[in-house]
């Protein structure tokens, strides 16, 4: 039994080479079985075959000296007569996540006449060490393997928490941008909707054209115009729909709108100054023939006419 455990130990042992020994500390009643457990470790040559040490034989069950002692152990072995009370209570005390605890068991070191053979106590010892040991190694694996899941979810949490934070990130940019969008959406809103009062009787409103009063009229009579002021003036006595002449301009609803006035105001104009003097005849002899009636009107059409440059 006790080659098996020593070719076990040693396989695993050897996958684990000259990394961190072992550390075994073991825990006795008194110096009598402190002294005879040296001896047998002595003996085992733990550290060269099995990379084990015993760093501590510690003489004493009192609980609070055995705590300071045994504290950092990766094995503890606590020696006594099965698992007795004193066994049960320091192992309650005593394990860890992080270490293993064993029996050095007395029973198997006692011969017939209650003494204790040597020989019996280094075998005990070395196969409680051994399976402590294999117990011990495979829960370290276990441990490992733990952690390295571990490492894994805490590395995957913390890609995750990065990812999430970039998100929270990108969404206070998002949210900003949203409501500055929403802000200049709202703001166009109330443009457009200022906009709309503003125009809203656009389409019943009648659009007039500007066009050069100068071009249109050489375009439309090959001649320059002489005398703008009296186009300006007959427009503004006869104020005809939807027309506006002033500073060299003419304004109409079409071009063909615009030249139809000014050939009127054209030939208004020819018709004053070739008849002018005949219209002053005209008028003094009906104002001789003393008709009161008829004087009254022609004096207003003399006037009219004698004042329509004014």
Known sequence: M??????????LMQSESHESKIDVRIIVAGLDIAQLVSKAVNNIQLERDYNIIVSSIIPTVELDIVKKVASGADILLIGGYGHDETYNILFNELKTDFNHIGLFDYNNIIIEDESIDFKLAEKEILNSIIKSTLSYSLNLINIHTLENKLMKVTHNYNSLLDDYNQVLKENEV??????????????????????????????????????????????????????????????????????????????????????????????ALIFVDDNSDDLKRELNEIEEEKIPEVKEDYDDISNAFENFWD
């Open 2 to 11: 006790a080659s098996e455990n020593e070719y076990n130990l040693g396989n």
């Open 174 to 267: 998002l949210s900003q941008e949203n409501k500055e969008l929403r802000e200049d959406i709202d703001e166009v809103k109330s443009d457009f909707s200022a906009f709309k009062l503003r125009y809203e009787d656009v389409y019943s409103r009648e659009i007039l054209e500007i066009f050069s009063l100068d071009d249109l009229w050489q375009e439309t009579f090959r001649q320059d115009l002489a005398d703008e002021e009296r186009v300006v003036i007959a427009t503004n006595k006869f104020k005809p729909d939807n027309i506006i002449v002033g500073q060299g301009f003419i304004a109409a609803e079409s071009k063909s709108k615009a030249v139809e006035w000014l050939k009127i105001i054209r030939t």
